[in-house]
């Protein structure tokens, strides 16, 4: 289980300061899938890099499993958490294989069996061995996207941590994504976050919603509420409206595709 009790940023000096998190508390059950929402500039992937330790001045508690995240994350505790960033090409080193992302991490936490490791995570994002030994330049967007799924789930971590992870995709490529993530949850019993802007992303793949904007989180769903649009909030209103009522279209198009 994820606990997050109220987690605080603060960017810039004290006469320009930005409060890019006020407070923000949620909790996220063991094996579930969560969902922030909101507009660019509302807070969504400061908690993320903050739970990764990207930034680590920040206030208040995360807790992962009952152990508490210190600011300065050791590399045993990294392990069990991973992230998946927007950009699936910027993300991965231009000269660098295939091979050569995936066999990293298990260099840097001393794990054996590389090859054996390396071509069952393949398999598993449904790409296969024969993409191992390619450069990013020679894959697709979303060939790329599940070379860093892979990257991320080669260390067997509990909680995966999804940053806009299908928004540089077009709307077929973002359901292959979005159904092959939900199947690799399933079948490791991975714990997720995902930010997205995108309500029918988050709909698709997250049981519960929070929205957020200006740094807090202001209401917090179930996916049967958005999709009804049984909101309570202006601003959430706001977004369903924007979306086109849960924006049933793109939902259409990514069930065509799953």
């Known amino acids: 289980m994820i606990s997050i009790e109220n987690l605080g940023i603060v960017f810039g000096s004290r006469k320009a300061e930005i409060k890019a998190l006020k407070d923000v508390s949620l909790t996220v059950a063991e094996g579930e899938s969560y969902g922030l929402v909101g507009e660019s500039g509302s807070g969504k992937s400061t908690i993320l890099r903050a739970m990764v330790g990207i930034y680590s001045h920040w206030t208040g508690s995360i807790m992962v499993d009952g152990e508490s995240l210190g600011r300065k994350r050791s590399v045993a505790s990294r392990k069990h958490m991973q992230m998946v960033f927007q950009d699936p090409y910027g993300s991965l080193h231009p000269r660098r294989t295939v091979d050569d992302t995936l066999k990293e991490p298990l260099v840097i936490h001393q794990l054996d069996n590389h090859d054996e490791r390396i071509v069952k995570i393949l398999n598993e994002v449904g790409l296969g061995p024969e993409f191992r030994f390619r ?3 020679q894959l697709s967007g979303g060939q790329r996207q599940r070379v860093a799924i892979a990257r991320a789930l080669i260390l067997e971590p509990r909680v995966i941590l999804l940053d806009e992870p299908t928004s540089a995709l077009d709307v077929s490529v973002q359901a292959e994504i979005l159904n092959l993530l939900s199947a690799l949850r399933k079948a490791h019993g991975l714990t997720y976050i995902m930010v997205s802007h995108d309500l029918a992303v988050v709909g698709h793949l997250c049981s519960k919603i929070a929205v957020m904007n200006r740094g807090e989180i202001i209401e917090e769903m179930t996916e049967e509420q958005l999709r009804s649009g049984n909101v309570e909030q202006a601003y959430t209103r ?21």
């Open 135 to 137: 450069y990013p330049h």
């Open 238 to 258: 706001q977004l369903w409206t924007a979306s086109h009522g849960y924006d049933r279209q793109a939902l259409k198009s990514f069930k065509e595709f799953a």
